[in-house]
């Protein structure tokens, strides 16, 4: 198991952004967003995976949404993602060097709107961990229990059963 740190920022002149919650998504995996704007690390398995983000900016439900494709290492990968200066414009990502742990502080949480509930302190993180029941390769954990969404080498889907 590894990690993709995500680290968006924005810049000094984007007044009233950092009320706005940065917003994600792995893999194809649901959307999930960043309690703040500091660097933040999501469990993956080693390998490659596609990185989303975007902010919520008024009617402009996705302000920014740019992805990358990533291939993690064992030691993990830094996704840097800098919020755009105009409302239409791609955010600008980067890929790095994962920074100092003790500055990777963020909370996440997932889906719905982001006043919902973040990870709990000492509890893993919201992302994609190895499937438990063992039916599948890889599947969402959300930070509080594991969902149906599941991914069988890079495929995302749904274990309804």
Same mark, same amino acid.
């Given at each position: ?26 893999? @194809? ?45 064992? @030691? ?26 003790? $500055? ?11 006043? &919902?509930?973040?990870? &709990?302190?000492?509890? $893993?993180?919201?992302?994609?961990? &190895? ?12 930070? $509080? ?17």
């Amino acid at each position: 198991m590894s990690f993709i740190e995500l680290h968006p920022w924005r810049k000094a002149m984007n007044f009233g952004v950092e009320v706005v919650k940065p917003r994600f998504r792995i893999d @194809g995996g649901p959307d999930g967003f960043l309690e703040s704007w500091n660097p933040t690390r999501i469990p993956v398995a080693v390998g490659p995976h596609r990185v989303e983000m975007w902010i919520h900016w008024t009617i402009n439900t996705h302000m920014g949404l740019n992805a990358i494709d990533v291939t993690v290492p064992p @030691g993990g990968v830094r996704v840097s993602w800098r919020s755009p200066s105009t409302a239409f414009q791609k955010g600008k990502m980067e890929v790095a060097a994962p920074g100092d742990p003790a $500055a990777a502080t963020g909370r996440v949480g997932v889906g719905g709107p982001p006043g &919902a509930p973040p990870v &709990a302190a000492g509890a $893993a993180p919201a992302g994609w961990l &190895a499937d438990p029941s063992g039916k599948h390769q890889l599947r969402y954990w959300d930070g $509080a229990a594991w969902t149906a969404h599941v991914s069988d080498g890079g495929v995302v889907s749904e274990d309804l059963s």
